[in-house]
């Protein structure tokens, strides 16, 4: 039992480092920023009978172009003025090892996003920088996952990049399902999104399963093989609940 949990831990740390690195990534994004993948995640959610809690919209990436810190601190003023944003928290860490520049705040009643730089100098002394925005919502729409895709466009916009986009969904059924009812639940999300399963680990209560669906356009590569969707579930005693998560192309946030 201790063995497969470590497994899945270092499992999923890996491909959230090659995710959030930039590498692995099989295809390029088109320019949509993955609405046609957010979509579907939502509607997978929606027949699945799963009571929607949030959803996380996250790109990560090296910039083309390196920014100085006071580029970089220019920019996210100029993100400030283009949208209205409330409880804007602006942070800055210039004399870290790995200084960065953060700026989060509420978008609307049920929006958060954050965009934070980070600036990287390797041992020759070439310097790159990070780019992370992530957006969290309890609105589970499809015109507020629209909204939330076009402000990160535009944020995007500011940096001349290419959008990398990962969705997350996560909502619960109000019951401590079995393992058969647990695998019965993904099976259902598995056959809305043609999924076919390349990983699969079972804890005492938690399942993940990861595939590829020919749905999703982009992909990473694991063991020599593509995979662009996680569906995972958690029973949650203390709550009397099992919470059910889906993500593209892997989960990254905690389930």
């Not at 009571?51 to 990560?60: A, I, K, V």
Request: glycine share 8%; net charge negative.
């Amino acid at each position: 039992m201790y063995n497969k949990k470590f497994l899945l831990v270092i499992f999923s740390l890996l491909l959230s480092f090659c995710y959030f690195m930039g590498i692995g990534i099989s295809s390029e994004a088109n320019g949509k920023l993955g609405s046609s993948d957010g979509g579907l995640l939502l509607e997978a959610f929606n027949a699945s009978g799963v009571e929607l809690e949030q959803m996380t919209l996250h790109h990560g990436g090296e910039l083309d172009d390196s920014l100085s810190f006071e580029e970089g601190r220019e920019t996210l003023d100029q993100l400030l003025r283009l949208y209205t944003w409330s409880q804007v928290n602006l942070s800055e860490e210039r004399d870290a090892v790995h200084p960065t520049l953060e700026v989060s705040g509420k978008w609307n009643e049920e929006t958060t996003g954050r965009v934070k730089l980070t600036f990287l100098k390797d041992k020759s002394g070439v310097t790159s920088t990070y780019l992370n925005v992530s957006v969290y919502t309890t609105e589970g729409t499809y015109q507020s996952m629209d909204g939330i895709q076009e402000r990160i466009a535009v944020i995007l916009q500011q940096f001349d990049t290419l959008p990398q986009i990962n969705s997350c969904l996560q909502g619960f059924v109000g019951d401590t399902l079995d393992v058969d009812s647990q695998l019965a639940l993904i099976g259902t999300i598995e056959k809305q999104l043609a999924m076919e399963t390349v990983e699969e680990v079972q804890l005492e209560n938690v399942i993940s399963k990861s595939g590829y669906s020919p749905l999703i356009d982009r992909s990473i590569i694991t063991g020599n093989r593509p995979m662009n969707l996680q569906v995972a579930t958690h029973v949650d005693r203390k709550e009397g609940r099992t919470v059910v998560t889906v993500g593209t192309p892997i989960i990254t946030i905690e389930y």
